[in-house]
């Protein structure tokens, strides 16, 4: 095992690839050029040959050279095609920014051919994870390495794939580290995730300040977050997802679990932690995508909170808020909800809460259970127990009640409780 860093040294040289002896053939053919993105996607940009005659090449190759130049595809502009009487030339329009294309014909007679395909100058730059020079020590990490983003080094925005080049080319690293201080940005282009996979129970920590999306794919691991990028509105400083994910721990940053963009698949978390290294209120700021459920069935995961901000967009099966604000937004809560301390739960989604066989919903200290701000009317499954100055806002009475009792004082007096239930309800106050 050794310890390896990317460090983001690689000079820039723009991409050359150039196609020689071409052999316009006759009769009805299309050329085909694709581009790969980096999420997989292709564009392919097509000329068709018209006519039965044996026109001249070097016609076939300025059609195509204008089809491409003019093609809107992102991945397509990125590259700036030319030609000569029997070549055609693709070169990428910025230093250290590589493509991927291939070249294909339909039939024809007289055998079309784009002839032999040559890089005449290979892609180097410092944004490429499987380039040599971009490793401390010019070594690529391979299975069993240590890896690590260093603060001062580059983005890392291209060799994304699981292709055997790309980030998923080994399947038990033994840390991941985006060590503090390190400002690129993680995967992102062509909307593709940058793919890591790490052995069982290894390291997988975060504390980079650039925007980030990362797949761990099948690793199980319990990733811990430090630090992210601070997003605008509907973004995400680490967007992440993984199909093994135990437990993770987010302490500070914004973080998005299985969310937008390059999301796929199903992201697989059993337990979330949302804690705090230096503001309990605003350190944390979480999003659990609608796709998230737990490792082993299709429940959601489990929440647990001391600070910070939590959005669901998904059922989770249990919330523990002991500080912070959470919201659920999409679905319910099917298992136990405790409110402590200064936690506080907006019920904004129209569903019913703690509806399991063996749920309970408790709420001590300060804590304050919101119905305020949406109107449709949520089911509440269990008796909520309150033990302390807690508050119940319901303005608009769209609480429906199905437990006995609706509320259960615990010990405390009703002056104890600020109990905002709406108009024209009935309220029946009996001995516990």
């Known amino acids: 095992m050794a310890v390896k860093k990317f460090v983001g040294n690689a000079p820039a040289i723009k991409q050359v690839n150039t196609w020689s002896g071409v052999a316009r053939g006759s009769g009805a053919v299309k050329w085909y050029i694709s581009a790969t993105g980096e999420d997989g996607s292709i564009s392919r940009v097509v000329y068709t040959q018209v006519g039965t005659s044996d026109p001249a090449t070097s016609l076939l190759l300025a059609n195509f050279t204008s089809l491409w130049n003019n093609d809107p595809s992102e991945v397509v502009q990125r590259v700036t095609a ?35 395909s040559t890089a005449t100058t290979s892609n180097s730059g410092p944004n490429v994870w499987h380039q040599a020079e971009n490793w401390d020590g010019e070594v690529i990490a391979a299975d069993t390495d240590s890896v690590t983003v260093a603060a001062g080094a580059g ?28 400002s690129g940005q993680i995967g992102g282009t062509d909307n593709a995730y940058f793919k890591i996979a790490l052995a069982s129970g290894k390291v997988f920590r975060f504390a980079g300040a650039g925007q980030a999306w990362i797949d761990i794919g099948s690793s199980n691991v319990d990733p811990e977050i430090n630090r992210t990028f601070t997003p605008t509105t509907g973004q995400y400083g680490l967007s992440l997802k993984g199909t093994a994910i135990s437990d993770i721990y987010i302490n500070k940053g914004n973080v998005g679990l299985g969310v937008e963009p390059g999301n796929t698949g199903t992201s697989r978390v059993d337990n979330i932690n949302i804690n705090y290294l230096d ?25 647990v909170q001391t600070g910070g901000y939590c959005t669901a967009h998904t059922c989770t099966i249990g919330v523990t808020v002991d500080a912070g604000v959470y919201t659920q937004k999409v679905g319910g809560i099917t298992s136990s909800i405790l409110l402590r301390g200064t936690g506080r739960l907006n019920t904004d989604s129209v569903a019913s809460y703690a509806h399991g066989t063996d749920a309970l919903i408790t709420m001590a200290d300060e804590a304050v259970l919101d119905n305020s701000r949406t109107m ?28 006995t009792p609706d509320i259960d004082l615990d010990q405390i007096n009703m002056a104890d409780v600020t109990l905002n239930l709406g108009r024209n309800i009935t309220l029946v106050i009996g001995a516990s």
Do not use: C, M
Request: aromatic share 6%; proline share 4%; no cysteine.
């Open 376 to 403: 449709g009317t949520k089911t509440i499954s269990k008796k909520i127990t309150v033990k302390g100055p807690v508050t119940i806002n319901d303005p608009n009475a769209k609480f429906t009640y199905s437990a």
């Open 279 to 303: 503001n309990q209120a605003s350190d944390a700021y979480v999003t659990i995508g609608g796709d998230t459920v737990q490792t082993t069935t299709t429940k959601g995961p489990n929440v």
């Open 155 to 182: 983005s890392i925005l291209y060799g994304l794939t699981s292709s055997g080049t790309g980030a998923a080319q080994t399947t038990a690293h033994t840390q991941f580290v985006v060590d503090e201080g390190y």
């Open 82 to 116: 030319s030609h000569t009487s029997i070549a055609l030339t693709l070169t990428a329009k910025t230093a250290g920014v590589p493509f991927r294309v291939a070249a294909t014909t339909s039939s024809g007679s007289s055998t079309p051919t784009w002839g032999t």
